[in-house]
C-alpha cells in the first residue's frame, strides 16, 4: 500500500472557497500512500492559483499547473494526465460533489486487476430533473450513435491505471472526449458507487449551453452517424419530392376542374427541404470544424506556471 505511487488530479475554475475544504476532506484518505495531488488551473479569475501555491508550501506533495486562459477542463484533465507519474491516477472535480471517501475502493478494485474504475452515481437527487433527464438523453444518444459503449452516469471522476494514462497520452488528437476515450481500447473496467452531493460553494461552471457544446462535441469526436442520418434524410425528402410531382400530374389529369395551385404547399414544401438543407450542412460543418482545428496543430493548453513540479 505505501510503495505504490498516488496521483490526484483536480483541474480547477474559479474555485477558491473549494480548495481548503477539498483538502481537508481528501488528504487524510490518500497520506497512507505515496501520493501527489496536481491542480490544474485552467485560467481562473479568482484567487484560486494563490490557494493552492499557500497549501503547496507547507506541503510538496501539492503541486499545480497553471494556464494562461481558460483552455477547458477536458484539457486541464489532459495536461493533469501529462503531469501525473503515479502508478493510478485518479481525477475528480473540486466542488465536493465527488466524494474523496471512496478512492480507497477505488484502488482495491484497481489491485484486483481493474484497468478503469469508474465512479457510478448511485442517486442524482440533487440535480435538477431537468438536468438528469438531459443528461439520460444525452447518453442514450451518444450510445446510439457511437460504435464505442459509454457507461452511463458516468463524469470524470475515475481511476486510471499506468498503462491507461500512457495509452491516453500517446493519442494524437488534440480535441479530446475523455470519457469516450477511456472508454475505447477497451481496457477491463469496474465500477464505484455514490451518491452525489451538493457543491459546496460556487456556481457550476457547465451551463446548459456548455452542456449542449460538450454532447455536440462528444458525438462528433465518436460517430460518424450523424452524416448517414442526413444522407437518409437527403433521400426521404427527395422521395416527398417524387411524391408530389405523382400527385400534382396526377390531379392535374383527373382533377382539372378542382385543380388550385395554393401558396401552402410551396411553403411547406420550401420550409421542409430548407429545414433538411440547413439540418445536414450543420452536421458536415460540425466535422469539418473539427478537422479544421486539428490540422492547425496548435497546442492544446499553454502553462504559465507549475509548482513543485
Request: aromatic share 14%; proline share 5%.
Amino acid at each position: 500500500m505505501t510503495s505504490l505511487l498516488l496521483s490526484v488530479i483536480i483541474p480547477v475554475y474559479n474555485e477558491e472557497e473549494n480548495i481548503k475544504p477539498l483538502l481537508k476532506r481528501l488528504i487524510p484518505i490518500i497520506k497512507n500512500y505515496r501520493y501527489e495531488v496536481i491542480f490544474v488551473d485552467d485560467g481562473s479569475k479568482d484567487k484560486t492559483a494563490a490557494m493552492v501555491k499557500k497549501e503547496a508550501k507547507t506541503n510538496k506533495n501539492i503541486k499545480l499547473v497553471s494556464f494562461w486562459r481558460n483552455f477547458g477542463h477536458q484539457q486541464a484533465l489532459t495536461a493533469g494526465y501529462q503531469f501525473a507519474l503515479g502508478d493510478c491516477v485518479v481525477s475528480l472535480d473540486a466542488d465536493l460533489q465527488d466524494p474523496p471517501e471512496i478512492i480507497s475502493q477505488m484502488i482495491e478494485k484497481w489491485q484486483k486487476g481493474a484497468k478503469i474504475v469508474y465512479a457510478k452515481r448511485k442517486k442524482r437527487e440533487v440535480d435538477s430533473f431537468f438536468k438528469k433527464m438531459t443528461a439520460k438523453f444525452f447518453y442514450k444518444l451518444i450510445n446510439f450513435l457511437s460504435d464505442t459503449p459509454i457507461p452511463e452516469d458516468i463524469g470524470d471522476f475515475r481511476l486510471l491505471d499506468r498503462e491507461v494514462v500512457d495509452f491516453l497520452n500517446k493519442l494524437p488528437e488534440r480535441l479530446r472526449f475523455l470519457r469516450g476515450l477511456v472508454a475505447w481500447p477497451g481496457f477491463p473496467s469496474d465500477f464505484v458507487y455514490f451518491e452525489r452531493e451538493k457543491r459546496y460553494a460556487g456556481m457550476t461552471h457547465y451551463p446548459l449551453s456548455k452542456m449542449i457544446n460538450f454532447a455536440v462535441e462528444g458525438i462528433v469526436s465518436f460517430s460518424t452517424k450523424p452524416l448517414r442520418v442526413a444522407s437518409y434524410l437527403g433521400f426521404l425528402a427527395s422521395f416527398f419530392g417524387f411524391l408530389g410531382i405523382v400527385y400534382a400530374i396526377l390531379g392535374k389529369i383527373f382533377l382539372p376542374r378542382y385543380w388550385v395551385t395554393g401558396w401552402t404547399a410551396l411553403f411547406t414544401g420550401i420550409m421542409f427541404l430548407g429545414g433538411i438543407q440547413l439540418l445536414t450542412i450543420g452536421m458536415i460543418g460540425e466535422y469539418l470544424g473539427k478537422i479544421y482545428k486539428e490540422i492547425q496543430n496548435r497546442p492544446p493548453f499553454l502553462v504559465k506556471e507549475k509548482i513543485n513540479l
